[in-house]
């Protein structure tokens, strides 16, 4: 199956020079009146080579097919994080790499997507949101009624997050995986 270059999305698998490459990054780069173009981050799942190389955005890629499945976190040892599968009870353990910098919202029992490819894990994905306790912030300052201060809360699991003035030490909060935001109170 075909796919055109500003169709390529992070974690999508591509067939080409005689290998499967993982999508990193895909920019768009546009300048004033010459076309645009895509500069698209790639990484070898066998090799680990990574290249950096421009495409037209109506390039066709070839798309590799990659098996999906549903896992959840149980704990992480050294520079693996182990994952079950909820159907057989297996534990997998995957590369700390995969997951990178979001670590600091894997909790136990959270469902995290990894792609295999031939019984491998080459990518994983963690929900769009979490639920996080605020374990350390600064004390809500009295009078302060500005709605758009915001302060740094330490969560569970290390993550910094600003979150509004009103928010204090143990409350739940829902955070967006994919930029680090603060989104509300959690039920």
């Known amino acids: 199956m075909g796919v055109k270059a500003i169709d ?49 955005v109506d390039e066709q890629f070839e798309q590799a097919i990659l098996e999906h499945k549903e896992m959840e976190y149980i704990f992480s040892e050294g520079a693996t994080h182990v994952l079950m599968d909820p159907t057989n009870y297996e534990q997998v353990p995957i590369p700390a790499e995969l997951i990178g910098d979001a670590k600091v919202y894997l909790m136990p029992n959270i469902p ?8 491998k894990p080459v990518t994983a994905e963690l929900p769009n949101t979490v639920e996080l306790v ?23 699991g290390g993550a910094k997050v600003k979150v ?22 959690a039920q």
């Open 112 to 119: 995290v997507v990894v792609a295999f490819v031939n019984g």
């Open 8 to 56: 390529l999305r992070r974690g999508m698998a591509v067939s080409m020079k005689n290998g499967i490459w993982i999508v990193v990054d895909n920019q768009k780069v546009a300048k004033g009146n010459w076309r645009s173009y895509q500069v698209i981050q790639l990484k070898n799942l066998t090799t680990g080579q990574s290249i950096e190389d421009r495409f037209r």
């Open 134 to 156: 605020v374990k350390d912030t600064p004390p809500e300052v009295k009078g302060a009624t500005a709605t758009n201060v915001m302060k740094e809360a330490m969560c569970e």
């Open 164 to 185: 509004p003035a009103f928010v204090i030490i143990g409350t739940k909060i829902k955070v967006d995986t994919r930029t680090g935001e603060y989104l509300g109170r």
